[in-house]
């Protein structure tokens, strides 16, 4: 449905793609398609356009990865610079290490979307979770150590190793299954 719209061109362009182009070139779309197929993306578009509404700004566009990343330091230099209450808090997991079947989860259990193996390291792992962020392990998985505490975004839905670019791992944010947290991008 975006094959019309050439979204790169556009962006070196004055004229980059705006939301309602978007959201017009999906909608003429789906006229002839049916919008209940299970898998179709229908839905999922819709929650984005849903969500990303909310941010078009007066021309239309929506905010550039640069535009989110400085309103989250923004954001973040404003609340550092107020007087917060230091967490001095030194907490152990004491459980639950039972599952209460309560129908569709369990109160106080993760939940991990993706776990990756890095083939070129040997002993390291990399696990995302929907609102737990990144997580890596260099033993096997006996401890693991976060790397997106200080990200606007910690929903992490998929990670892959760049093997021909050594230290390199990509994350897909967001979450996608349950819709936790949502995608920056």
């Known amino acids: 449905w975006m094959e019309n719209i050439d979204v790169e061109a556009r962006a070196k362009t004055n004229n980059p793609v705006k939301f309602n182009?978007?959201?017009?070139?999906f909608n003429t779309y789906w006229e002839t398609r049916d919008p209940n197929v299970k898998g179709s993306g229908y839905k999922?578009?819709?929650?984005?356009?849903?969500?990303w509404q909310k941010f078009v700004n007066a021309d239309g566009l929506l905010p550039t990865s640069q535009e989110l990343w400085e309103?989250?330091?923004s954001t973040k230099n404003s609340a550092n610079s107020k007087n917060f209450l230091t967490d001095e808090s030194d907490w152990m997991p004491i459980g639950p290490?039972?599952?209460t079947n309560t129908g569709s989860w369990s109160s106080g259990h993760g939940r991990v979307n993706v776990i990756v193996k890095d083939e070129a390291t040997a002993g390291t792992y990399y696990a995302?979770?929907?609102a737990g962020g990144f997580w890596k392990s260099t033993n096997d998985g006996a401890t693991w150590e976060t790397y997106t505490d200080n990200l606007p975004q910690i929903g992490v839905s998929g990670i892959?190793?760049?093997?021909?670019?050594?230290g390199t791992i990509?994350?897909?944010?967001?979450?996608?299954?349950?819709g936790d947290s949502a995608s920056i991008g």
């Open 21 to 25: 182009e978007v959201v017009t070139a």
């Open 44 to 51: 999922p578009f819709k929650r984005w356009e849903n969500y």
């Open 71 to 73: 309103t989250y330091l």
């Open 97 to 99: 290490f039972t599952h």
């Open 128 to 130: 995302g979770a929907p």
């Open 160 to 166: 892959a190793v760049d093997y021909g670019n050594p």
């Open 170 to 178: 990509y994350i897909a944010t967001g979450d996608d299954d349950g």
